[in-house]
C-alpha cells in the first residue's frame, strides 16, 4: 500500500499522560501536513513541513504539541500532558511541491483522553 | 465570521436526484479543494481547480473566482454518495482553511 499511513489508528489515554502519532506520508511526497479535526467540525491546520523543515504552525498548537519530521519522511506529532479537549481525530495530508498540489490524506488517529 | 463557509449544513435526498453543495470563501487562495469523507474517518480529494469547471463522472465541481464562490454538484445521486463534503481553500504551501462540511445523505 503507498498511500498515507497513521498510526495508531485509534488511541485512549487518561488525562495528563503523553501521546505520540505516527505519520508516513507517500514516499516521493515532500510536503506533509497535520490536521485537527473535532465532531462534525471541519479539519483545522496545525502544521506544515517540507523536507524536514517545519515552516507553519498554528495558534492551535500549543506548547504541549510539538511536531517532528527528522529526516523528511515520516513525521510524529506528540502531545504532552493530554487534557479532554484534545481529543479529536488527528490526520495527516501529503503532497509533492512540484505537483498539481493535490493532497492525500491518511486515515486519521483518533485521540480520546478520559 | 468563518473564511470558509458551506451550504447546506445538511442534506437528505432521494436516489436519483441532482445535488448541488455550495461553498463561499473570503480570502484570496491558489487553489480550491472538494473533498468526501465516509464514517470513520478517512478523506478522499474530489477535485482540485482555480478556474473553470472539472467533471469526474458524475460528479461536477465549479468555481468563480471573481465571485469566491464554488459548487458541487452530484449527478443521479445514488446512495453510496452518501457522506460529508467538504470545501477546503489552499493557500501558501497549500496550507487549507476548511469548511464545516455538508453532511450528505441520499436515500433509497
Known amino acids: 500500500d503507498t498511500g498515507v499511513s497513521q498510526n495508531p489508528r485509534h488511541k485512549i489515554t487518561k488525562r495528563g499522560q503523553n501521546v505520540t502519532f505516527r505519520c508516513d506520508p507517500i514516499?516521493?511526497?515532500?510536503?506533509l501536513y497535520w490536521y485537527r479535526q473535532t465532531l462534525g467540525q471541519g479539519p483545522e491546520f496545525l502544521t506544515y513541513?517540507?523536507?524536514?523543515?517545519?515552516l507553519e504552525k498554528s495558534r492551535l498548537l500549543s506548547d504541549r504539541f510539538s511536531a517532528e519530521r527528522p529526516k523528511g519522511s515520516f513525521s510524529t506529532l506528540e502531545i504532552q500532558r493530554t487534557e479532554q479537549g484534545d481529543s479529536a481525530m488527528y490526520l495527516c495530508?501529503?503532497?509533492?511541491?512540484w505537483g498539481s498540489g493535490e493532497l492525500f490524506f491518511g486515515e486519521g488517529s483518533r485521540l480520546t483522553v478520559l | 465570521k468563518n473564511e470558509v463557509e458551506q451550504s447546506p449544513q445538511n442534506l437528505t435526498a432521494q436516489e436519483g436526484e441532482f445535488i448541488t453543495i455550495n461553498c463561499s470563501y473570503s480570502?484570496?487562495?491558489?487553489?480550491l479543494h472538494w473533498l468526501q469523507q465516509h464514517p470513520g474517518g478517512g478523506i478522499v480529494s474530489l477535485f482540485m481547480l482555480s478556474s473553470g469547471k472539472k467533471k469526474h463522472g458524475r460528479l461536477i465541481a465549479t468555481i468563480n473566482i471573481q465571485e469566491k464562490h464554488s459548487s458541487l454538484h452530484i449527478t443521479a445521486s445514488h446512495p453510496r454518495d452518501s457522506a460529508v463534503y467538504i470545501c477546503?481553500?489552499?493557500?501558501?504551501?497549500?496550507?487549507?482553511?476548511f469548511g464545516g462540511g455538508t453532511r450528505l445523505m441520499v436515500k433509497p
Open positions: 480570502v484570496g487562495i491558489s487553489a
Open positions: 477546503a481553500v489552499g493557500g501558501a504551501g497549500n496550507m487549507l482553511t
Open positions: 514516499s516521493e511526497h515532500n510536503r
Open positions: 513541513f517540507q523536507n524536514e523543515a517545519q
Open positions: 495530508a501529503s503532497s509533492y511541491r
